[in-house]
Structures are given as C-alpha cells and as structure tokens.
C-alpha cells in the first residue's frame, strides 16, 4: 500500500524537479537523511527496521514546502514529525497524528515569518523571484488564472502545484483501493459546499469556490494525506465524517484566521476524532 503511493507521487516529483530543480533535490536529501535516521534511532532501541512507510512520509514533508524552505527548518520539520507524531506512539501503525501535517503544521507556526515568505516564482532551473501565493492573492481579492492553478504553472508549495497529476494520482489511488474514495468525496464537497455559502453571502476573506480549493494544498492534502490509511478511521460511516471534519476545518481557518492555509489544522482535527468516529460507527451498526 505504502509503496502504491510513492508510485502515485512519483510524476508530482517528477513536475516539481522540472519546476525548482536543485531546490527540490537539496531539501530532499535533508528530510530524507534527517527522517530516516530519526526512525533509526528510535526502532533500533527496539530491535525493529526502518518501515517503508517512512520513505512515502519524507516523500510528502518535502513536497509540501516552499521552495525556499531553509534547509535547517526543513531537518527540525521532519524530526518533530518523526519523533513525535509517529516514534514516541510506538513506530508505524501506531500513531494517531499523520507525521508529515505534524511536521508541516510546527514548523509552520514556529517559524511563520520564514514559512510565509519561501514562495517563488516559477524558474524553470533559472534564477527565481520570491512571490505571494495563489491563495494570498485571492485573499486580497485578486484574479488568478484557473489554467494556471490546473496545471501547476505557479507559487505554492513544491507539489501542490499540478491539480492534473493530483487528479490523476487519486483516480490511480482509489483504483487500486489504496486510498478511500468516502474520504476524498467527503473532504472536497464539505470544503466546496461551505466555501461557496461564505462567499455567495459575502464574508469578505472567503475564497471564490472553485479557484480557493484548488489553490493551495487543499487537493494535494485530501488525496494524499487525508487518506492515510493509519490515522484515518475504518469504518465506511465514519470516513464520511471525518472528510466533514477535515474539509469543514480547512476552509474556517482558511477564511476566518490568520493563516491563509488551513489544511493542515483540517488534518490533525481529522485524525483527533478518527478513533471516535470509529467506534460510534460500530455502536450504530450494532
């Protein structure tokens, strides 16, 4: 299962190298040094390997940062996510928080003044520009171009970009039932449902619908981070819900907070309740 996922983000990767070159590949050899050394460690006291699961954990933590991420806050990201969303719970398929979004999350408000300002204009291999985000742009009520938002060609994260591969790594996901099609449906359409009422009654920071989902890495988290299969619940009725949770939680904190990003806050909520919402699925079976 974990294997079928680095394959999915595998063209993501691919597109994200095309786009930041030599950028991609230096933060990739820190968090995936610093993260499989940290599982190391930890599993060696223990007598256990390091679990595949570790390289789909770098995998993500690296393709959700900016591109300019220093390379000392990526290490310490993926350290915390590690260490203490995944070691300190008893290693791989024991942890109830998903180690990438803890990562992502800390070092995104540790060092908000650092994490808000590493986005870059498309360089193509060239010397780049530091720019605002499609989501900080249509915060200040600014157009963006959906073709641009559709096929990647712009500032966010290295691999929220492209919502065609995004789109085409779920198909390839749900196919192989190795991420859950009730999540994914339920995560965007609360997301959509209750980013479209905000902005039709006209909260002024609300996000246009479609533009406001596909900035950002609403897409990339609900297809790949939402579907964890070890923080996420079991049960059919309680995927449903947890989707509700994570969409309806992304799109307040994205509207009404400082961060224009709430997809993370979205995540951690999800997986608080997954266990809950698996056992009070049990009990209404019953």
């Known amino acids: 299962m974990m294997r079928k996922v680095i394959y999915s983000l595998i063209p993501i990767y691919?597109?994200?190298f095309y786009l930041y070159g030599l950028d991609l590949i230096r933060l990739s050899i820190f968090v995936f040094g610093f993260g499989i050394f940290t599982e190391y460690i930890m599993e060696r006291k223990k007598k256990k390997k390091v679990s595949e699961a570790i390289?789909?954990?770098?995998?993500?933590?690296?393709?959700?940062?900016?591109?300019?991420t220093p390379l000392w806050i990526a290490s310490i990201?993926?350290?915390?996510?590690?260490?203490?969303?995944?070691?300190?719970?008893?290693?791989?398929g024991r942890n109830i928080f998903n180690p990438a979004i803890a990562g992502r999350l800390f070092i995104y408000i540790a060092f908000a003044g650092v994490m808000?300002?590493?986005?870059?204009?498309?360089?193509?291999?060239n010397d780049v520009v530091t720019t605002a985000t499609?989501?900080?742009?249509?915060?200040?009520?600014?157009?963006?171009?959906?073709?641009?938002?559709?096929?990647?060609?712009?500032?966010?994260s290295m691999g929220e970009g492209s919502i065609l591969l995004i789109l085409l790594a779920a198909i390839y996901l749900i196919k192989t039932k190795t991420a859950s099609?009730?999540?994914?449906?339920?995560?965007?359409?609360?997301?959509?449902?209750?980013t479209s009422i905000l902005f039709f009654i006209g909260i002024k920071s609300a996000l246009p619908p479609i533009s406001g989902l596909m900035?950002?890495?609403?897409?990339?988290?609900?297809?790949?981070?939402?579907?964890?299969?070890?923080?996420?619940?079991?049960?059919?009725?309680?995927?449903?819900?947890?989707?509700?949770i994570i969409g309806i939680t992304a799109v307040l904190v994205r509207t009404f907070s400082l961060f224009s990003e709430g997809t993370s806050f979205g995540i951690l909520m999800?997986?608080?309740f997954a266990s809950l919402l698996d056992e009070y699925a049990k009990k209404v079976k019953s």
């Not at 390289?55 to 300019?68: A, D, E, I």
């Not at 990201?77 to 791989?92: N, Q, W």
């Not at 499609?134 to 966010?156: E, T, V, W």
């Open 77 to 92: 990201g993926i350290v915390f996510g590690v260490l203490f969303a995944k070691e300190v719970y008893g290693g791989f």
């Open 134 to 156: 499609p989501l900080d742009l249509l915060r200040n009520g600014q157009n963006i171009s959906l073709y641009k938002l559709f096929f990647g060609f712009r500032a966010g």
């Open 181 to 194: 099609w009730r999540i994914i449906t339920s995560t965007f359409l609360s997301g959509l449902v209750l």
């Open 215 to 244: 900035s950002g890495s609403f897409m990339f988290v609900t297809i790949f981070m939402a579907t964890d299969p070890i923080t996420a619940p079991k049960k059919a009725k309680a995927q449903w819900f947890y989707g509700f």
């Open 14 to 16: 691919l597109f994200s």
């Open 116 to 125: 808000t300002s590493g986005w870059a204009e498309l360089g193509f291999f």
């Open 270 to 272: 999800g997986n608080t």
């Open 55 to 68: 390289l789909v954990t770098n995998l993500l933590f690296v393709l959700s940062l900016p591109p300019k």
